[in-house]
């Protein structure tokens, strides 16, 4: 359920308190229970979904990082750059020509 309700809310900054009203949670509780269950905490799970749909958005499109990051919900370009160098190990440029779209 947390990874369709992030799946679904990426690209507007999603909140953990936003999930747990939606499933009828206290927030601090679903913070601990997310972290306990699958040892990630609720914003790197946004920050793993984001990602993912910044590779496969570098992969499958010609748009700018610019555009890549606004479109995942990203929009301070140089942040988004950090966060993928970080979660990818290249920046955003050179995971695109590393994946042969440019």
Do not use: I, L, N, W
């Given at each position: 359920m947390l990874a369709a309700y992030i799946e679904g809310h990426?690209?507007?900054p999603p909140s953990l308190q936003d999930f747990a009203r939606v499933i009828g949670?206290?927030?601090g509780y679903l913070g601990q229970r997310?972290?306990?269950v699958t040892?990630?905490?609720f914003h790197q799970h946004v920050?793993?979904?984001r990602m993912d749909e910044a590779k496969r958005l570098l992969r499958q499109t010609s748009g700018s990082v610019?555009?890549?990051a606004d479109r995942v919900g990203i929009h301070d370009v140089d942040?988004?750059?950090t966060q993928f160098k970080r979660y990818t190990g290249?920046?955003?440029s050179g995971f695109r020509k590393r994946s042969g779209v440019e």
């Open positions: 990426y690209h507007s949670f206290h927030k997310t972290k306990q040892g990630q905490s920050t793993r979904a610019r555009e890549v942040y988004f750059t290249k920046t955003p």
